[in-house]
């Protein structure tokens, strides 16, 4: 199967405006925020969200785009609260406890907002990876990928459901091979010095 060509730089993860974070809670954010990068640059992850399939075809649901387009935008990491496609995993996020009506909710991102919520009691709960998987799903909201509002078997196939769930289980994972692009990089790298 052909792959989509990758990006000349591994993505990077960018905490913009950072709210409600004491130094432990910052520091468990950076530590998922290092496993996010990680599980996208890999090749483990490409491999999976290539071979994602929903209802007996290619694909996932609540969303037109074939495998490659879904990973291509993620490539292309253009949320739509920024100018352009930069490579960057740019993420704000706001620490905080939600009123009793919501919190059942990890957290969530408004439509148009640039800001994900996360509800300090998950965060607490969870360890890095789960923290890696949260990120993800919200920032998939970011780029503008959806799932429905209801909790139906479906939903568990939608972009941000099936890759927040894919990020967090690599997130768990010993080691992760680096897309052969950027192992070449490493190499030459090691080379020169
Ligand atoms: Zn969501």
């Known amino acids: 199967m052909p792959h989509p060509s990758t990006t000349a730089q591994p993505l990077r993860v960018r905490f913009g405006t950072l709210l ?25 992850f490409r ?5 994602m399939r929903f209802d007996g075809k290619p694909g996932f649901a609540d969303d037109r785009r074939n495998p490659s387009q879904v990973y291509a935008a993620v490539l292309a990491a253009k949320e739509r609260f920024t100018a352009r ?3 960057e995993v740019d993420l704000n996020v706001e620490l905080r406890t939600l009123s ?3 919190d ?5 991102t408004r439509d148009g907002s640039d ?9 607490d709960r969870f360890d890095s990876s789960e923290v890696a998987g949260h990120l993800a799903h919200e920032w998939l909201h970011t780029l503008g990928f959806h799932h429905g509002t209801r909790a139906t078997p479906a939903r568990a196939h939608s972009v941000p459901y099936a890759l927040g769930e894919l990020v967090e289980r690599l997130a768990g994972r010993r080691h992760l091979t680096p897309l052969p692009r950027f192992r070449e990089r490493r190499l030459a790298k090691v080379r020169r010095e």
């Open 47 to 51: 491999d999976a969200v290539l071979a």
């Open 20 to 44: 409600g974070f004491d130094p432990a809670r910052r520091q468990k954010l950076e530590r998922a925020g290092s496993k996010l990068a990680d599980v996208l640059n890999s090749v483990e």
């Open 100 to 102: 009793p009506k919501h």
């Open 85 to 87: 496609a930069d490579g």
């Open 115 to 123: 800001r994900v919520t996360t509800n300090v009691r998950f965060f």
């Open 104 to 108: 059942d909710v990890v957290g969530f």
